[in-house]
């Protein structure tokens, strides 16, 4: 994954950017062997951007391919545009990630839909946006913060009751994102290939 510079502050070795798993919860995930479902000409729709730390990441693999990238934060939107001036595959979109219809004219059928929005609806935002742009045969990669769905209940009821509310997808692994990232998960589904 050769890139182009540091876009955080990351320390490049030998060419190479650190892409370190406390600033990634990706890079978490990936630490624990996970084997990331993507190739160079993939195309991901990415939720919950913010200032495009993992997002680089993922234009550092998807080199032919492109990571729309959206996040509802102005303020975010600012650094997340310029990192696109630098890298010509992210498309970014200002935009509601539990609206998908409002970016239908500048999405298409991704390979993978990656989601770490923490709002208390994830299910239902990870459903609808798989729905209308994962591919069949595409993956969900959905990291959920419980406490952003419910600080009273305990953090494994959370994230058994959440997955429930997933729909059209297959469920294939939920790892947690420990050490680096508590009361976190990465939840793995897929979406049937069509008969
Ligand atoms: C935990 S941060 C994401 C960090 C980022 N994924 C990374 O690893 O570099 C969550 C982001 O989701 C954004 N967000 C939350 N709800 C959203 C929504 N409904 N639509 C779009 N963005 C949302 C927040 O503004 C915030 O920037």
Not at 13 to 28: H, P, T
Request: charged share 20%.
């Amino acid at each position: 994954m050769i890139a182009p510079g540091s876009v955080y502050g990351e320390r490049i070795v030998n060419g190479y950017r650190i892409w370190d798993r406390s600033r990634s919860k990706l890079s978490a995930l990936i630490t624990k062997d996970f084997s990331l479902p993507l190739n160079r000409s993939s195309k991901v729709l990415y939720l919950g951007a913010a200032t495009g730390t993992t997002v680089s990441h993922v234009s550092d693999v998807v080199t032919e391919g492109l990571v729309y990238a959206v996040e509802f934060s102005p303020r975010s939107m600012v650094d997340l545009l310029r990192l696109c001036d630098a890298r010509k595959n992210i498309i970014p979109i200002l935009a509601d990630a539990s609206r998908p219809e409002g970016y239908c004219s500048m999405v298409e059928p991704v390979d993978m839909v990656y989601q770490d929005v923490a709002q208390p609806n994830q299910a239902e935002i990870a459903t609808a946006n798989c729905a209308r742009y994962l591919k069949p045969g595409g993956y969900l990669v959905w990291m959920m913060k419980t406490r952003s769905i419910d600080v009273t209940s305990a953090p494994k009821d959370v994230l058994s009751s959440e997955i429930l509310g997933l729909k059209g997808l297959q469920v294939l692994k939920v790892m947690d994102l420990l050490p680096s990232h508590r009361d976190h998960w990465a939840v793995i589904a897929s979406r049937a290939n069509e008969p």
